[in-house]
């Protein structure tokens, strides 16, 4: 991927917070001389620049690369000419972070005022360039249409959460051409105390197992196990996840998952999964949120296990966003994405019946069978569903679906 940054004039006041982002993430950083000053003092940013490559640039070969150049990428003639010289396969490792035009920044500093309602850009001759009218574009110039190639160009996706792994999926579908907008529905705030939680903590190694199913419970188990101070290497019991995703949170703190469900990876699942093995007597420690469900601790306790479930989180209403409203009142929203059934029940519970069906006739992505059947409850089609608890396999899915149902444009 290959992300074509806006230095602007070359202040690093002037970039735009995309453009921090992109300098941010990048592994490396190409830099046009004019605009180096836009790196500041960052060393950061500093040392990751490195010359263009001699041979021709291919985005799809590179992993996270930044060309930073100067003012804004439509107005780089460089730009363009890189780009023609690509296939249209090769647009799809393309994004275009916009910067402050030099332009721009001449006319703002010089005193300068145009009507923003008609700009027109004419040659020596007289003849118009680029003429704009209530933020429509009109031109006699070449256009490289890089942007269409990408297969979510267009279309706009609502995610129902906010956080760290929202914004990675949100930079996934951006980079696939999606404009992406975060509405969440919900939040996750500390249990009200931390009494029962610290006292199982200090009593740690009397568990047996212990069980993860969400990658949240995981992250706030260990996290909490830091902020007390209490040793990781005190816990014997073998560990149970859901599935890979939480797996991989297990795996960052050097412990390997003992059992995953082989098929569907949900609570069923992993209470399939200990068919085999003998838990009578056996004592079990189930950290997750306040709406954990009930199923799998009920299973174990029904073959002899003894169940503490802990709160390590709670899972709260969020109020209705303008935007979400109105996106789903007029339709004006390619996908909605689901990566928890509560999610469904904050949003559909807090719309009136006829936003309800306007909702059911926008394309919903769900990250598992539950919130899918919740979904169905509410009389809602899931038009994908998620084969693991993956953000990145739900979001490919929404990329994937409308490879398939390619844009029609008005």
Not at 244 to 268: F, H, K, W
């Amino acid at each position: 991927m290959l992300t074509i940054v806006g230095g602007g004039p070359g202040s690093p006041g002037l970039l735009t917070e995309q453009a921090q982002g992109a300098l941010d993430r990048a592994d490396v950083i190409f830099v046009e001389a004019e605009v180096r000053t836009a790196l500041g003092e960052r060393r950061d940013w500093h040392g990751k620049v490195a010359a263009w490559p001699e041979e021709q640039v291919t985005p799809s070969t590179l992993e996270q690369a930044v060309w930073l150049v100067p003012g804004t990428p439509a107005l780089y003639a460089p730009v363009q000419a890189m780009l023609e010289t690509l296939s249209p396969d090769e647009w799809a490792h393309i994004r275009i972070v916009s910067g402050v035009a030099r332009l721009t920044a001449a006319l703002d500093q010089g005193g300068w005022f145009l009507p923003e309602h008609e700009v027109r850009f004419r040659r020596p001759d007289g003849r118009v360039l680029l003429e704009s009218q209530d933020g429509e574009i009109h031109a006699e110039y070449s256009r490289i249409a890089w942007a269409d190639a990408r297969p979510l160009a267009g279309r706009r996706v609502i995610l129902l959460r906010s956080g760290r792994r929202s914004r990675r999926a949100a930079r996934w579908l951006e980079d696939w051409g999606a404009e992406v907008v975060l509405c969440p529905v919900s939040r996750l705030a500390d249990p009200d105390r931390y009494d029962l939680v610290d006292a199982a903590l200090r009593r740690l190694e009397r568990y047996d197992w212990l069980i993860f199913t969400s990658a949240e419970a995981s992250d706030r188990f260990f996290e909490r196990m830091q902020w007390v101070g209490e040793d990781i290497r005190r816990l014997r019991a073998k560990i149970a996840v859901v599935g890979p995703e939480t797996a991989v949170r297990v795996r960052e703190r050097g412990l390997i998952p003992e059992l995953m469900p082989d098929g569907e990876y949900s609570q069923e699942g992993l209470a399939e999964a200990f068919r085999s093995i003998p838990l009578r007597g056996s004592l079990v420690l189930f950290p997750g949120g306040q709406l954990n469900r009930t199923f799998l601790a009920e299973e174990l306790r029904g073959r002899g296990a003894l169940v503490d479930e802990l709160v390590l989180y709670q899972n709260q209403s969020e109020p209705l966003s303008l935007p979400l409203h109105q996106a789903i009142r007029t339709e004006s929203v390619d996908a909605i994405v689901y990566t928890a059934s509560s999610q469904v029940e904050y949003l559909v519970e807090q719309l009136a019946p006829e936003d309800r069906r306007h909702l059911a006739a926008i394309p919903s992505f769900s990250i598992g069978p539950l919130t899918t059947r919740t979904l169905n409850h509410y009389g809602i089609e899931a038009a994908r569903e998620a084969a693991q608890p993956s953000f990145r396999l739900l979001v490919e899915l929404v990329r994937d679906y409308y490879k398939e149902e390619p844009h029609v444009s008005d």
